[in-house]
């Protein structure tokens, strides 16, 4: 089975199946440079990912693992589309996987999941931030994601009064 | 390990993919939350919100437009104190609609000033014009206008003037002068609608003649309804553009299906989406669709007026469509449209159509040309269908078993509910009213295995062994069963019983969606469903 070392920002490194690391997107791509630019078909490739910490890389490669057979998405799809695959993902071990992360993990694995490409997970981590936005006021917003509002002067009321226009019946 | 605040990817590029999905309310909250959050909040509230609407109708004795010139100024005032120009703040409204009463000077004023203003950030327009206003537009009226952003136009003339018909031909405005000065501003136009009222038929050429010396280089939507001369009809098949999709509004009095091909055949190689709509046609019509080596979806919708109003496909053949997808067809009363055109196609070739995947009949009322014979057909001609949505009313209980009896391959079911009481639960169960009514007396359906007598059964859905997506719709809830004051028999007894006898049995079902039906099944039920299939319900 060919392989692949894929390292973390701090150095940790990970050996996972090429088959399972091609179906992130960004993986596929280093993966298929690495084998134009090697002279030796056999080499094993490996990818510094320098902007993902260990802890976080472990989490993504546990969820590619688990849903390795899954039909691949495609990466631009139209919105109505996009969201009716994010429903139909979203199965019992998804829940049990983010159950215990805080949300700034969660905010990792978004960053994770876009930068190698990964929809299926990109969507169930946003997923679960927006509940954490949807039907919340300004204030609970910001205390959820330990924000502190930086408009100056007049700003914040004055998107306030822009609010106002279009109210949804 | 990087938060929210010290990570500019996390704002740049993921903010805008959280919020792609939330609501209108919610992204107001956001833009208020921090000023990282404030751009991309904005930008994804601009395509999320509706229109603002300028103009308000109302009705005494006639229906009116309200001239709102009040609420432009207001918007305008509102806007400009947040200074938008500066690349910071964005403008988070781009839609509007605008709705003049009349094209008063002030209004023009007011209106060039709006656009002038706001116009290079507006993505979708929609000006309705009443008839009443002797408006004079010159040529170019509004100046150095730029809507490099504007995406969708839709241009509607004349409001309310069906109610005065002996004014339209007296009447010659120079609104093809506006037309042309919003379609000559907006060069990356990709959506345009035109319409007006049937009685004008001087303004359908003045609009044509208008695209027609237009460069659309960019247009991909066009949207027609209004009745149109043989002149019209060949102008708009020398128009400037390749379109992807084409809505047609069928009107009388004058259409010639001669015209029409020729029009179909100047968007042969890229129309993927045809829309036929017959609105009033006071004779029978036989459209041909030529070869049209794109098209993917063919849609026809007939809210019929009058007996004598027929329409029929006349030579037609799949062979000429290589790549159609969909049929999509709606109110297409027995009497009005003639489907055997799609059914039983003439000739040898083009009789079956491999690359069909979603076919969806919605006939609202007297569908019993739909008969058994015609589902079973449908499996004859269309062997790669995927997809079916129909309607399930008290008058075609039928259709349902007819399904579940001949089209045991679909993967995903759209079904339609309307006025049909109980009768649901014994279609989708297969199980005969009077064992329905004692199973349900009894509670025994609850209670687990039963030995019925096969030979009482009707195919159910569990004959539908592939099925992975369904879908249950309906005017069910207590509420909209008094807005259109039906009564109760048209309240769907969501339904225990479909779901003991059939649903729990599907292990294949990943998707069930109830919509508008959910109060009436009880809590366990629902978590008892949602250990099985993934569960969905819409409200």
């Known amino acids: 089975m060919a392989l692949v070392r894929v390292i973390s920002s701090d150095g940790a490194a990970f050996l996972v199946s090429q088959r399972l690391a091609k179906r992130s997107g960004k993986l596929k791509t280093e993966i298929e440079t690495f084998r134009k630019s090697s002279d030796n078909s056999e080499a094993q490739p490996e990818i510094r990912i320098v902007t993902i910490r260990a802890e976080i890389l472990r989490l993504v490669l546990q969820w590619l693992q688990q849903h390795q057979n899954d039909p691949v998405l495609p990466a631009n799809q139209n919105e109505q589309d996009g969201r009716g695959d994010a429903e139909m993902g979203q199965s019992q071990w998804d829940r049990d996987f983010l159950a215990p992360m805080d949300l700034g993990i969660v905010m990792e694995l978004i960053l994770a999941a876009n930068h190698l490409e990964v929809k299926g997970l990109l969507d169930i981590t946003c997923k679960l931030v927006e509940s954490k936005i949807t039907g919340r006021t300004v204030d609970e917003i910001r205390t959820a994601f330990k924000l502190k509002s930086d408009f100056k002067g007049n700003e914040e009321e004055q998107t306030r009064l822009e609010n106002r226009w279009c109210v949804e019946n | ?539």
Request: hydrophobic share 40%; glycine share 4%.
């Open chain 2, 1 to 539: 390990m990087y938060t929210l605040e010290t990570h500019p990817l996390f704002v740049d590029l993921v903010l805008e993919k959280l919020f792609q999905y939330l609501p209108e309310k919610d992204l107001k909250s956001c833009r208020l939350v921090c000023t990282k959050w404030y751009a991309p909040a904005t930008k994804a509230l601009q395509r999320a919100c509706k229109p603002i609407v300028f103009g308000i109708l109302y009705k005494i004795n006639l229906i009116r437009i309200r001239p709102d010139l009040d609420t432009i100024q207001q918007f305008m005032n509102a806007m400009s104190a947040s200074q938008y120009g500066d690349i910071r703040r964005e403008l988070p409204f781009v839609k509007f609609d605008i709705r003049p009463y009349m094209l008063a000077p002030p209004f023009m004023h007011l209106l060039k000033q709006f656009l002038l203003e706001y116009g290079s950030a507006m993505q979708s327009l929609n000006i309705k014009l009443a008839f009443e206003s002797a408006d004079d537009f010159s040529k170019d009226c509004f100046g150095p206008l730029e809507l490099s952003s504007l995406k969708s136009l839709e241009f509607c003339n004349s409001v309310h003037g069906e109610l005065r018909p002996s004014l339209i031909t007296s009447m010659r405005t120079s609104r093809g002068n506006l037309l042309e000065s919003i379609l000559n501003a907006a060069p990356f136009l990709e959506s345009l609608s035109l319409w007006c009222d049937s009685e004008n038929i001087v303004w359908p050429r003045d609009a044509i003649n208008v695209l027609k010396d237009m460069k659309l280089r960019y247009l991909q939507n066009l949207k027609i309804s209004f009745p149109m001369t043989d002149d019209c009809l060949i102008s708009l098949s020398e128009i400037n553009a390749q379109l992807t999709s084409l809505t047609f509004v069928l009107r009388e009095p004058m259409f010639n299906p001669e015209e029409f091909k020729q029009i179909l055949d100047s968007q042969r190689n890229t129309l993927k989406t045809l829309k036929l709509i017959d609105l009033q046609c006071s004779g029978p019509k036989i459209i041909e669709i030529p070869f049209m080596s794109q098209l993917e979806t063919l849609e026809i919708e007939g809210t019929f007026y009058g007996e004598n109003s027929t329409m029929a496909l006349g030579n037609f053949s799949y062979a000429k469509l290589p790549k159609l997808k969909r049929i999509l067809l709606s109110s297409c009363h027995k009497i009005n449209f003639d489907l055997n055109a799609i059914l039983y196609t003439s000739g040898n070739k083009g009789t079956v159509c491999h690359t069909l995947e979603e076919f969806q009949f919605s006939l609202d009322h007297n569908c019993c040309d739909l008969s058994g014979n015609c589902v079973r057909r449908l499996k004859q001609v269309f062997p790669n269908l995927r997809k079916l949505s129909v309607i399930f009313t008290s008058e075609a209980k039928w259709v349902l078993n007819s399904v579940f009896e001949h089209l045991t391959s679909l993967s995903e079911l759209v079904i339609n509910v309307r006025k049909c009481g109980t009768s649901i639960d014994c279609a989708l169960t297969g199980i005969p009213p009077n064992m329905y009514e004692h199973l349900v007396r009894t509670g025994m359906y609850k209670l687990g295995p039963l030995s019925l007598d096969p030979r009482q059964l009707l195919p159910s859905i569990t004959n539908l062994k592939g099925l992975k997506y369904l879908e249950i719709a309906g005017e069910t809830d207590a509420n909209s069963s008094k807005r259109f004051s039906y009564n109760n028999s048209n309240i769907v007894p969501f339904t225990e019983f479909s779901v003991y006898m059939a649903f729990l049995k599907m292990r294949r079902l990943g998707k069930l969606i109830f919509r508008q039906t959910g109060h009436h099944l009880p809590q366990d039920v629902i978590t008892k469903l949602a250990s099985t299939v993934d569960f969905v319900h819409v409200k």
